[in-house]
């Protein structure tokens, strides 16, 4: 039985004032909180959340990674400094990392990589955008997303890894996938695992993301391949954040 994870995914909002407020909210409300919890903080708040954060079951990481462990790269923070904070997780591949920045699959897949390298968990970012999906070729583009990094770590480095599905059409619209639409590329995703280590997709947590809320977590968390949330504007208020936590069963 997969563990339902409720991701956070701070993006570049907050002050080191208003994440110790969210972060107390968060704390005081974990009580009934059966599922596992996490929040992908901005660098320069790991600092802080590490402390906040310690002796809590709260997991935390950061939002993205260099492909490169050091050197004369301006502007990039690698693995062997994010382990200097202690988190476990980091995204990769997130939408916004490859619209706005560029990222093309095969970076995404390098900083898959150095996550796995420096002992971090990734949370895989896929997803189509909304062209896509109206051409019929979701399947396509997120297929393509996976097996750029199944070439380069191969299918077993999904065991220690997370993998989101986020509809682009859907990421801080409003515009949710309905629990069909989300459950049946969960499915497929699970299933083009499956067809290369069937171990492996069945443990693999997959999350859905794009506008959930308290109010529609838990229909889509019951859905058979839904295994949480990555949670973007909702993870920024500590009782909207709670309410997807407690969705999780
Ligand atoms: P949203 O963002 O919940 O604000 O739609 C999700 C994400 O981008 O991870």
């Known amino acids: 039985m997969r563990q339902v994870l409720v991701a956070g995914n701070w993006k570049m909002n907050g002050s080191r004032e208003s994440i110790k407020g969210l972060l107390d909210g968060i704390k005081a409300g974990m009580g009934d909180v059966k599922a596992q919890v996490a929040v992908c ?5 790991l600092a802080d959340v590490q402390t ?8 935390y990481g950061a939002q993205d990674i260099a492909t490169e462990d050091a050197g004369a790269y ?3 923070v690698s693995g062997p400094m994010l382990n200097d904070f202690g988190g476990k997780y980091v995204i990769v591949g997130h939408s916004e990392r490859r619209s706005l920045y ?16 420096h002992g971090l968990t990734p949370i895989l970012c896929v997803g189509e955008s909304l062209e896509e999906r109206q051409s019929g070729v979701t399947e396509d583009v997120v297929a393509r997303q996976l097996d750029a990094v199944i070439a380069l770590e191969g299918v077993a ?43 492996v997709a069945e443990g693999l947590q997959i999350l859905y ?5 308290p109010d529609n977590a838990a ?12 949670i973007g504007g909702a993870s920024l208020v500590a009782e909207d954040f709670l309410g997807i936590c407690r969705a999780g069963g």
């Open 209 to 213: 993301g794009g506008s959930m809320k």
């Open 157 to 199: 480095a999904l065991a220690n890894a997370v993998v989101a599905y986020e509809p682009v059409w859907a990421i801080g619209t409003g515009m949710t996938a309905s629990p069909e639409q989300a459950q049946d590329v969960h499915a497929f995703i699970r299933g083009k695992i499956a067809a290369l280590d069937a171990g």
């Open 52 to 59: 906040q954060l310690a002796g809590s079951s709260i997991g």
């Open 102 to 117: 560029g990222e093309a699959d095969a970076d995404t897949a390098k900083k898959f990589a150095a996550a796995r390298r």
């Open 41 to 45: 903080a901005p660098y320069v708040y």
């Open 74 to 76: 301006t502007g990039e």
């Open 219 to 230: 229909e889509l968390i019951s859905q058979a391949d839904i295994d949480g949330g990555l």
